[in-house]
């Protein structure tokens, strides 16, 4: 199966077409990420506004550049639904990005953890295998208060945005703003 392929199958699996939150950024801006931003990102790829390309990101990791348009997954990657859920984070950043949105970085990683928590939570990936002090895990814990309480938990919140802006891996740019461009 082409690379292409194999994400507009993560794009359009069970899994992500049940994803769908709110939150209110910390701009006051609501930001939404709904099943249609995905089935945009997909339709972007089919038309490729979007591509997908193999290599240039360290194993295990994957990307999405704004500036090209490229996703980036790592070369040889078994994908797995881990993996999946990644992908699925950074769709969230491709759909920012096409729908030319502009939002603080802290927002948009915001959004892309609790999303790829989501998926997570949604293909049933085993909470034991979870790193308990990773984002993933703590964006999983918000789907948990959103789905209970309808809202993110904000202690949680303020947790998973700590960890965002003490990482050396967003420090460069967590502060500043994501100019989509579409
Ligand atoms: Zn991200």
Redesign the pocket.
């Known amino acids: 199966m082409s690379l292409q392929s194999q994400m507009l199958q993560v794009l359009g699996d069970r899994q992500t077409s049940r994803i769908s939150f709110s939150f209110s950024g910390s701009t006051g801006l609501n930001i939404e990420v709904k099943p249609s931003s995905f089935l945009r990102v997909g339709e972007a790829i089919r038309g490729e506004r979007i591509t997908v390309s193999e290599g240039g990101v360290p194993p295990g990791t994957a990307q999405y550049d704004s500036e090209w348009n490229v996703f980036r997954v790592a070369r040889g990657q078994e994908w797995s639904r881990a993996y999946n859920a990644l992908l699925v984070?950074?769709a969230v950043?491709a759909a920012f990005d096409l729908a030319r949105s502009r939002l603080p970085w802290l927002d948009?990683?915001t959004a892309?953890y609790i999303a790829q928590g989501y998926y997570l939570r949604n293909s049933g990936f085993p909470r034991s295998r979870l790193d308990e002090l990773g984002q993933p895990y703590l964006g999983l814990l918000l789907v948990d208060s959103i789905i209970r309480d309808g809202s993110p938990d904000s202690e949680l919140m303020q947790e998973l945005q700590g960890t965002l802006l003490s990482s050396p891996q967003y420090h460069h740019y967590i502060r500043r703003e994501f100019i989509g461009d579409g």
């Open positions: 984070h950074e950043h948009n990683e892309a």
